[in-house]
């Protein structure tokens, strides 16, 4: 596609339902990237793949927190149980190849949780 | 472990004002450096990014930073501000990101 595309582009779920956020990244993007913002705090790093493995998921805050990729096309983050603290902005991002080899990151419009 | 702080939270300036906007890292290894800028109701987007030769890099709308090593920092600045530069403003080192600085330019 022209763009990273997220899904939903929000959802509001009761405190200890679980979630599927969606990315699906540019076409050809070999390394997708999932971020959490929370209100009025900067990106925090969740996990990185390349393909469909994960080389750096220490961003992951807890074992309620995964996420797989099939190939190098869509990925999905589950998070289970949430907690009002899971409340946040959801982006992800796909660059070309992998960071650090002059690969810019494209971002997506972000998934807004909102857990009630 | 990577941290990256951005000093300013909120910038407020007028119009052809110079801006600089500070961030510094912790972090010893190879570092790749990214300005990125959120316009209101935009996605992310890329301002510049140094990967390695010239420390002061040029990005676009005149936009420009410099990779100090020995200071581990890499300050974003431009001249002279525009409205239209009205944004939040993230610097990031690898993966990690700063808290964000937000920018308002007064006409």
């Known amino acids: 596609g022209a763009g990273v595309s997220q899904s939903p582009s929000n959802k509001v779920t009761e405190k200890g339902k679980d979630v599927e956020l969606r990315c699906d990244p540019i076409s050809g993007h070999t390394a997708l990237y999932w971020y959490r913002q929370r209100l009025g705090q900067g990106l925090e790093f969740l996990i990185y793949f390349q393909g469909n493995s994960a080389p750096d998921k220490s961003g992951l805050p807890s074992d309620r927190f995964s996420a797989e990729r099939t190939g190098e096309s869509v990925s999905t983050l589950t998070i289970q149980r949430t907690q009002q603290e899971d409340s946040a902005v959801y982006l992800c991002a796909s660059s070309l190849g992998p960071p650090g080899s002059y690969n810019e990151q494209f971002f997506g419009p972000g998934t807004r949780l909102t857990v009630l | 472990a990577q941290s990256v702080s951005q000093h300013n939270h909120h910038v407020i300036l007028s119009e052809a004002a110079s801006l600089e906007l500070g961030c510094n890292y912790s972090y010893g290894g190879t570092v790749n450096l990214f300005w990125y800028v959120q316009y209101p109701g935009q996605h992310l987007q890329l301002l510049l990014k140094?990967?390695?030769?010239?420390?002061l890099v040029k990005g676009i709308k005149g936009f420009e930073a410099e990779f100090i090593k020995s200071k581990f920092s890499f300050n974003l600045r431009k001249p002279s501000v525009q409205w239209s530069d009205t944004a939040e403003y993230f610097c990031a080192v690898n993966l990690r990101f700063g808290a964000g600085t937000r920018l308002t330019v007064k006409p």
């Open positions: 140094y990967f390695s030769g010239d420390p």
